[in-house]
């Protein structure tokens, strides 16, 4: 009884807790890894790429410097030869000294390279992978086709672009350029973690926008791990609890060999006071039959001496016989409560005799209902309570027995009545016939088969040798109904 549900409820939650946030724990860990690795191949991409757009920075800044020398006539121009060297530069165009580009677009770009004093963007085309890119100059300016595609150095890249669930674009004015596709089924589906990365290229020249991003799905979890550690919870949980079992299990068969033991003490003083008892009587006739006997062979005498002699003696032994049953009664009639009186809370003791008989009640398919006041405190011997309490509990599930299971009902109440501690214990068995009641304290009464008949005797003895009492009636509803009455400790 004793809070077991509790207990075990308390288990529950308790290893519950440990699991969840263990496995918690675990997945917060895998995306954090993944999260690491992510931003770590972002940055990387970010730093490849940049390096590739300074680098045109830097051809254009030469060709300015270097200006077209005297060119023989149908000579290809050197810088023609660029596009062959570096496979992202699609062509070179020039502006010779008062010659006007072809496309408006590149006039309007040296202007505003003129302007900020390094080369400026002129058409963007992001959708094809294409820009170009124009350095004012004077005599001759520059202008570059680059090829964004052939521009990615794919030998250094820290990702497979075709398997790689990282998808890499680079955005400029509301255009997108898709370098490495990434998982796009798990990048629409929004479920999981999502991690991104922003950040510009570093050539003010060319501000485009490295965009890195990656949806984690649930699947990518470590299940294995989590679904381990589930396992080695549940695993050490069931262990400790069947260890927390047995040892419940092993403190209760302890105290019921204890409690068995002091009934066994007590019930022989209550043998020996029922011997008496049985004894006394026959034993006090003999001593009146050898006593008439006596005087009529006084008065018919054949062999008066002898009779006389023997009968003298039978007397003699009678009454001494009658004398050490008497002496023997006296002594155990007031069994004294052993272990002296102390101040008891009377709804623990009856709990405790609940904890200990749980799996008698459980065999039984009773549940005990406990009502009690707060704090009645008894003066009693625990241990003569204990038993006290487990002799009405038993007698009372041994009558549940003769009903049907669903009719069986068992409740205990603990308060105070007339200044005294109470403990009423009704069942809802067949009941105290009227020939049972008034013999019910009687040593050796029992209507049991295989019944001592000594359990109540004792136990009133008990109750009444603490200055308390123990009565008997059918309760309301017809089974029986016992009153336990302990005077309450002095302090209360
Ligand atoms: P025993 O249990 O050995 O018979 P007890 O002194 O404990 O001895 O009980 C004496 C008798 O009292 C029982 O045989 C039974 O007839 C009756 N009795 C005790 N408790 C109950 C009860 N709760 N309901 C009905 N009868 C009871």
Redesign the pocket.
Known sequence: MRNTGAGVRWWWIGGAVISLTGAVLLARQAIDEQRALFETDARIVHRLLSQQVVQHDAILDTLALLQPGPEAPGATPPEQRLPALYPHILSVQRRDRGGDWPDPALAGAETASRQHQRPALATVELGSGRYRLVLAAEPTAYALGIDLRAMVPWAEWPMKPETSPVRVRLDHAGQSFTLQPGDPTALNTGRGWRFEFHKHLAAQSQPFDVVASRQMGWHELPWGRMLAWLAAVALVLTALAQWQGQRAARRRAEELLRLGQVARLNTLGELAAGMAHELNQPLTAVLANTQAAQRLLADEPPELDTARTAMAQATAQARRAADVVGRLRRAVERPDVQGGVLAVDLAEAVRRALYLLEPECQRRSVVPQLQAVDMVTVAADPVALDQIVH??L???L??LEGVDVNARRLSLSVSRADGQGELI?T?S????APE?LPR??EPF????AG?????????ETLASGMGGSLT?TNGPQG??E?RLRLPLKDAE
């Open positions: 002799n009405l038993m007698n009372a041994q009558a214990v069942d068995g067949p009941g105290l049972v019910l304290f009464f029992s209507t049991r019944g001592l008949g000594l359990g109540l005797s004792l136990c008997a089974g029986a016992f």
